[in-house]
């Protein structure tokens, strides 16, 4: 007992002491990755948010979630949470030009159907 307890004060001296560049290195890549991971999800943001600007709604929520993926990955919370808010407005975007394109349709179609179609226009139609 008293050499095991011996043992473990040499490898814990020896650690403190001598860095380990096994060690050192491991963690290096590890940061390495999670700044590739942590750029690819910007990548992704920034992609979503120009989907946005277009109006392809759906699509830029599917990249979102992709990106909420990669910073769940890397332990990146506060992105996360940025994330799901913005999420949250575009789903409220959406319903908005949803409802503004329902309201253009029905006025133009209250407009067709004010007009008198020319008798030509009629004949048109049947042919």
Do not use: C, W
Not at 37 to 49: P, R
Not at 77 to 88: A, F, R
Request: aromatic share 8%; glycine share 4%; net charge negative.
């Amino acid at each position: 007992m008293v050499n095991r307890d011996g043992e473990r004060e040499n490898n814990l001296d020896f650690n403190e002491n001598d860095p380990d560049p096994t060690k050192e290195a491991f963690f290096s890549d590890m940061g390495d990755i999670e700044n590739e991971i942590a750029s690819e999800a910007l990548d992704l943001v920034k992609h979503a948010l120009s989907l946005v600007e277009s109006q392809f709604y759906d699509d830029s929520i599917e990249i979102f979630r992709q990106a909420i993926g990669l910073y769940t990955q890397i332990n990146k919370d506060s992105e996360v949470e940025m994330i799901n808010g913005k999420i949250s407005e575009i789903y409220l975007l959406r319903e908005e030009n949803f409802k503004k394109r329902e309201l253009e349709t029905e006025d133009v179609f209250e407009n067709i159907q004010g007009e008198i179609i020319p008798e030509q226009d009629e004949e048109n139609l049947y042919n």
